[in-house]
Each structure stands twice: as C-alpha cells, then as structure tokens.
C-alpha cells in the first residue's frame, strides 16, 4: 500500500511562498497532490516595494511539475483577501503556513517606531489575519492544519532583533492559544523555528554554515505537521539542515518564600535565591487549570507547615 504523506483535495496556502523557505514549502505541497496558494508581497527584505513576479514564477514551477497553484500577491496584513484567493479558486482552506516575513535589524534604543510596526505588522499580526481568516472555513470542515514561524531569535535573543524577536515570541504565545481553541475542531497548530538558507541569512551564516542549512531540510517536517495523520498540537520545534527536535519550558521546584502568617519581604526572596532558581528536579508546566492547581497544592503545604509549626508551639508550650 502507499503509505505517502499525499494531500489531494487539500488546499494549502503558503504566505511569503515567493522565495525562501516558503518556496519549498509550496513546491513540495504541489508535488504531493494539493491544490496550493502562493502568497507573496514581491518586496525586499525589509519590506519595501512589491511586485507579482515572485509569486507567479513559483506557481509557473508548480503547474510545470503538473501541480495546481494560483498566486496572491497581497500582503499578510490583509488575511482576508489573502484566504479569499483559496476560496474563489478552489472553494476551500485546509492548511495555512504562516511563513512571510521580513528584518529590519537595529540595536535596541536605535530601533525607530517605525521599525518595530512594519516587524509586528508582518510578522505578528500577518499571521494572526490569516490564520483568523482560515480558522471558520477550517471549522466547518473539521480539518484544520496550521504551521507558525517563530525564530531562534525570539527564543533565545539575538543581538539587532529586539523587534524581530518580540514578535516572533508572540507567535510562540498566539500558537499556544489557538492549539488550544481549536482541538475540538481538529484544527491543529504547531510552531516551528526553522534554520535555512536563503536571501535573509546570507550575511550573516559564514558560507559553509549557508550551504549545509538547504531550506529543503525544514521542510518534511512541516508536511508531516500538516497531514490529517498527524495529531501533534501546541507543538514548537527547532529544525535545520535535517535535524529537528522539540521544545518545552522548565521550570524550578521553586522555593515557597512566604511562611504562613508572616510578612515577605524582599530580603526573604534574596535569602532563598539559589533555592528559586535551582533548576534541580525540574518540571515542565502545562497549560491552565493544572498549572493553578500545582499552584494551589504548593500553598497546601504551607498551610500543612502552619499546623506543623503551631502544632510544634503547642508542644512546646504543654511540655
Ligand atoms: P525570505 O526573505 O527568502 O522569504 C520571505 C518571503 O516573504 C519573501 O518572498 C517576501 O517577499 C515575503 N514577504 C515579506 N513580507 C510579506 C508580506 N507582508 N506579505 C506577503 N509576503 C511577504 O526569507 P526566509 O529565510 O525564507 O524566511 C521565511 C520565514 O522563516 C520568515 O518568517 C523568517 O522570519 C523565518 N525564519 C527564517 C530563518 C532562516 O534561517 N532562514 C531563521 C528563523 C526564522
């Protein structure tokens, strides 16, 4: 039997598709049956101009390979217009591969306001217009797949990107959410911080990195996210160069600071300083109600300490 990752009837929309990583995504959805949106603004790195060349040469390569693909060439900002295109050519949505994106690196305090919109606009809010857009289509159908694109950058900082950075955490965030929302719906939503090859790194990865980081190495990845099989959700993952693995916050035991009755101050939270950031039997939190139920329990226990210590006191007292 074919046991292939196939996708057709599916309709696949990839914004920024015109280059880069978004590119391969597209031309790899083509190959494996979908019916594929390709989204992109035409512009330079860092948001200037636009133009259709770069959108309709990839869908040329995507028919030439006997593929079905139509462009769009407006910017994510515009989810709507950017999911009508799916809508008016092929009737439906089914996967949408936030991808688009654009630098406008500076140092911190020479960050203009400016530079910090256009980033959150592309990047944050880009993504959040599409994926809205998509998400009542998705619905109706009970099949949804989403891919977001955050970046070693937002996770870990880089110096030059505090913009960049900022929005690409908030993807992390808006991603954690939508897993969240969408579940019942079978509409699903991983994040991805890829490494790659393309015109956005070329200065900066030394030419043997730039070679060995083909963006055609991120891309199973993100076809195998986006399959009906897969039921991976709330999902982050580094991938580069064929190498991928997953990502998840760790958390100390923590210290409980406070003793039942008494006051906390700060001098308290410096004495137990090493205790609160002993990383030492950590945990990896969760979402929502267990998160404040672990919470709950921990004040059960100083609760318990209370009734110990005044339990202790009486003892004291009666002995
Ligand atoms: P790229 O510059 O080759 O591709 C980005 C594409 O998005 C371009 O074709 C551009 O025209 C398009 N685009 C820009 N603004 C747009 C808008 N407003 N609406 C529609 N299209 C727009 O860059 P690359 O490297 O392929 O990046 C793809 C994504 O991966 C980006 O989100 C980037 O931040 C992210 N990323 C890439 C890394 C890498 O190593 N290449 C590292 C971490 C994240």
Known sequence: ADDSLRFDGRVVLVTGAGSGLGREYALEFGKRGASVVVNDLGGDMKGGGKGSAAADKVVEEIKAMGGKAVANYDSVENGESVVKTALDAYGRIDVVINNAGILRDRSFPRISDDD?????????????????????????????????????????????QANYSAAKMGLVGMGNTMAIEGKKNNILTNTIAPMASSRMTKSVMPPPVFEALSPTYVVPLVVYLCHESCEEN??????????????RLERTQGALVRTKDGPLPAESVRDSWEKICDFTDATYPVAGPENTMLLMQKLEELKAEGEQNS????????S
């Open 116 to 160: 910090w919109d256009i980033i959150q606009r592309v990047h944050l809010r880009g993504s959040f217009s599409v994926s809205r857009a998509a998400w009542p289509h998705m619905k109706k159908n009970n099949y949804g797949r989403f891919i977001l694109t955050t970046s070693s950058s937002g996770l870990y900082g880089n110096f030059g």
């Open 311 to 318: 339990d202790n006191s009486e003892k004291g007292l009666t």
């Open 234 to 247: 709330g999902g982050l993952f580094e991938v580069a160069g064929g190498w991928m693995s997953k990502l």
